[in-house]
C-alpha cells in the first residue's frame, strides 16, 4: 500500500509562480524524500529531509516535514517550463532501508 | 559517472515467453533496487539487494517473477512466462547505505531510465 499520498494530483501554473505539493504518509520515518521524474524518464532525486529536520532548502527547491502530522511539503519558487513533471515523496520507514512512494503530483508549468 | 545502466530500453515480447531486464549500478554502491511502474499502482518495489544478497522480495508478484545479483556490477530480473499485466516500465536503482549500524545512514537512490516492457 502506499506509503505517501500527495495532493494535488494534478497542479497547472504559469511560469514565475511558486507551486506548492504536499505529501502526507501514515507511519514514523526515518527519512522522506522528494523526485522529480520527467515524462518516461527515471526519477531524479531531489531533496532528503531527515526526520529531525523541520526545513531544508536546496536552490529553488523548500521543503518542510511536520512529524506531529505526518505532512511535507514542496515548494519550487519562481517555477520554469523546465519544470514541468511528476513529483513524488518517497517516505523510508523507521527500521526499514527501503521506500515507499506516493502516486506523484502532476506539475504543469505554462511559459 | 554513467548512472545507473539499464538494458533493454523497450521489450515487447508474446505471452508466454521468458523475458530478463538487466541493470548496471553505479560503482561503489551496495543497495539495489527494482521497481515496477503503472498508472494504475504507481511505483512499487520489487526486490531490494544489499551486498548483492536479496533482503526483501516480499513486492515480487508471484513465482513468474525472479531476481538475481550474482556480483557487485549487475543485476537481473526474470519474467517466466510473461503476461500482458506484466506491461510495465521496470526501473532499476541503487545507493549507498549503512545498514545494520547504529545511527543507519539512508542515502538517496539513483534510477536508471527504465525498461518499457509491452506483452501482447
Known amino acids: 500500500s502506499q506509503q505517501g499520498e500527495e495532493d494535488p494530483q494534478a497542479l497547472s501554473i504559469q511560469e514565475g509562480e511558486n507551486a506548492t505539493m504536499n505529501c502526507s504518509y501514515k507511519?514514523?520515518?526515518?527519512?522522506l524524500q522528494w523526485y522529480r521524474q520527467n515524462s518516461g524518464r527515471g526519477l531524479v532525486h531531489l531533496i532528503l529531509i531527515r526526520s529531525n529536520e523541520r526545513e531544508k532548502h536546496s536552490g529553488r527547491l523548500r521543503v518542510t516535514l511536520d512529524t506531529s502530522k505526518k505532512s511535507s511539503s514542496l515548494l519550487i519558487t519562481a517555477s520554469r517550463a523546465a519544470d514541468t513533471a511528476s513529483y513524488f515523496c518517497a517516505t523510508m520507514n523507521s527500521g526499514y532501508s527501503t521506500l515507499t512512494f506516493g502516486k506523484g503530483t502532476m506539475l504543469l508549468v505554462s511559459p | 559517472d554513467a548512472g545507473v545502466i539499464q538494458s533493454p530500453r523497450h521489450e515487447v515480447t508474446e505471452m508466454g515467453q521468458e523475458v530478463t531486464l538487466r541493470c548496471k549500478p553505479i560503482s561503489g554502491h551496495n543497495s539495489l533496487f527494482w521497481y515496477r511502474q503503472t498508472m494504475m499502482r504507481g511505483l512499487e518495489l520489487l526486490i531490494y539487494f544489499n551486498n548483492n544478497v536479496p533482503i526483501d522480495d516480499s513486492g515480487m508478484p508471484e513465482d513468474r517473477f525472479s531476481a538475481k545479483m550474482p556480483n557487485a556490477s549487475f543485476s537481473t530480473l526474470k519474467i517466466q512466462p510473461s503476461e500482458p499485466r506484466d506491461s510495465a516500465v521496470y526501473f532499476c536503482a541503487s545507493s549507498f547505505s549503512l545498514v545494520g549500524l547504529p545511527g543507519r545512514v539512508y542515502n538517496e537512490q539513483f534510477f536508471g531510465p527504465g525498461t518499457r516492457l509491452t506483452v501482447l
Open positions: 507511519t514514523s520515518i526515518n527519512n
